[in-house]
């Protein structure tokens, strides 16, 4: 069984970093392009970062653009999402998702495989 489960979530101020990541199972995900997007109530899920099957490149949404880094680690199936300055806007559900192709795409149709998200919340 495929699965994407993400972990690091939490409370945090705001100004502060949070780091989160993404562990893959049943499959490598080592060809994939991988992403992270998020959510909040009654809003589409939006695009917040994406990184290339290599590593070697990457995308960013503008609101989090210099303040999110996302990496990944292939030997291990993770993939991470650095956020530091935080703001309370940040606030959502984050959720990791693996593409069909191997460059990046912030399109949520082109991601097949989704975990189940770890809520992120900054407090003001």
């Known amino acids: 069984q495929v699965q994407l489960v993400e972990s690091g979530g939490g409370l945090v101020q705001a100004g502060g970093p949070l780091r989160l990541s993404c562990a893959g199972s049943?499959?490598?995900?080592?060809?994939?392009?991988m992403g992270w997007f998020r959510q909040i109530p009654e809003k589409e899920r939006e695009f917040v970062a994406a990184?290339?099957?290599?590593?070697?490149?990457?995308w960013y949404a503008d609101s989090v653009e210099g303040r999110f880094t996302i990496s990944r680690d292939n030997a291990k199936n993770t993939v991470y999402l650095q956020m530091d300055s935080l703001k309370p806007e940040d606030t959502a559900v984050y959720y990791c998702?693996?593409?069909?192709?191997?460059?990046?795409?912030?399109?949520?149709?082109?991601?097949?495989?989704w975990g189940p998200g770890t809520r992120v919340t900054v407090s003001s």
């Open positions: 990184i290339s099957w290599s590593g070697g490149t990457t």
């Open positions: 998702a693996a593409s069909r192709i191997e460059d990046v795409t912030s399109a949520p149709a082109e991601y097949p495989y």
């Open positions: 049943g499959r490598t995900f080592s060809g994939n392009g």
